[in-house]
């Protein structure tokens, strides 16, 4: 079973965090993620629909406070997912740091620069673009 954007984007749209995040880029995450597979699981143990760690679940609990208890649900991963992302945009008001936060991990962003992040990370943010782009041009 495969979610839809369009879920992603309702299940977004049910819950505010500051800032606001689209619920299109999301969805792109989902998507170069996991490619909508709910069930997914890395070779680095990442889960769901959104790949979270078992730290990032923990984290998104306890210091974020949203009940996050299970990456396999695409519902709760996607409303888990856009709080998380608003915490990011709070710490990187930068679109990139965040996505390569998102992928390599908060610290590793606050001490690195960009020519520091490792290929996988760089391959993450262009996919991730070009899924954006895509579900942007959509509308059109």
């Known amino acids: 079973m495969k979610v839809t ?22 969805a792109a995450i989902a998507l170069t993620e996991s490619s909508l597979n709910p069930y997914a699981i890395s070779v680095k143990k990442a889960m769901g629909l959104f790949q979270f760690m078992p730290i990032t679940v923990r984290d998104i609990r306890d210091r974020l406070g949203y009940n996050f208890t299970d990456p396999f649900d695409p519902e709760q991963s996607t409303k888990a997912a856009k709080v998380y ?52 041009d959509s509308d059109n």
């Open 85 to 136: 992302l608003a915490w990011l945009f709070r710490h990187f008001s930068d679109k990139n740091k965040v996505l390569a936060a998102w992928n390599w991990g908060y610290g590793n962003v606050k001490t690195h620069t960009i020519y520091e992040y490792p290929t996988e990370t760089k391959n993450f943010i262009t996919k991730v673009d070009y899924y954006f782009s895509e579900l942007l």
């Open 5 to 26: 954007v369009e879920q992603i984007m309702q299940w977004a749209s049910e819950i505010e965090t500051n800032p606001e995040i689209n619920p299109k880029f999301l």
